[in-house]
């Protein structure tokens, strides 16, 4: 796993031993950042369920002003901050240690975001609970980019029925990401 593009192109990142985390491959994610590539300069991007932090590195690299990475996990944490020291990122991010739900209520003040980056366990419905928060929320405006990274079982129907429609889903061997904005008030 490397940083693809940007100021921290080709360095390697640390990811966690196990399977408590999913990496996003390197192939899905430069199809992820060429989608969203115009919403990155100069955004504040938020990484929820950040993992190794490789979502949000890859945004600071590209040229994100602000990236927040929401993780619970005391190991990922650790390498999250061991990943933007190593990239010389660590000026534009902000780590918070907790659980997705009570890091979002807490950053209501700081919105809207530009992106916001969901790579929730899957299955587990947690990508549907932060939708729902998200939905009456300052942090997703009109013009917020929500991203979803999720199983191809993850019903699209369940998603349209939180606020917000989807822009575009683009499908994988195992997952998908579902784009999404919020519906017009």
């Known amino acids: 796993m490397r940083v693809i593009a940007g100021k921290a192109r080709r360095i390697i990142l640390k990811s966690l031993e196990g399977d408590s985390t999913r990496p996003t491959l390197d192939r899905y994610k430069e199809t992820l950042f060429n989608t969203m590539q115009a919403y990155i300069p100069g955004s504040y991007f938020i990484d929820v369920?950040?993992?190794?932090?490789?979502?949000?590195?890859?945004?600071?690299s590209r040229?994100?002003?602000?990236?927040?990475?929401?993780?619970?996990?005391?190991?990922?944490?650790?390498?999250?901050?061991?990943?933007?020291?190593?990239?010389?990122?660590?000026?534009?991010?902000?780590?918070?240690?907790?659980?997705?739900v009570s890091a979002l209520i807490r950053l209501e003040h700081t919105g809207p975001a530009d992106v916001i980056f969901i790579d929730p366990p899957y299955n587990r419905g947690y990508e549907i609970q932060v939708l729902k928060l998200?939905?009456?929320?300052?942090?997703?405006?009109?013009?917020?980019?929500?991203?979803?990274?999720?199983?191809?079982?993850?019903?699209?129907?369940?998603?349209?029925?939180?606020?917000?429609?989807?822009?575009?889903?683009?499908d994988y061997r195992t997952n998908r990401h579902i784009f999404l904005q919020k519906e017009a008030e």
């Open 49 to 60: 369920f950040a993992g190794t932090g490789a979502i949000g590195i890859e945004a600071l």
């Open 63 to 100: 040229g994100a002003e602000k990236a927040v990475f929401i993780e619970n996990n005391k190991k990922a944490l650790a390498v999250i901050n061991e990943n933007l020291e190593k990239t010389r990122l660590s000026e534009g991010a902000e780590v918070i240690a907790s659980d997705a």
């Open 134 to 170: 998200l939905s009456s929320s300052k942090l997703a405006g009109e013009d917020t980019l929500v991203v979803v990274e999720a199983s191809n079982e993850t019903g699209l129907a369940e998603v349209e029925e939180t606020g917000f429609r989807i822009l575009k889903t683009k």
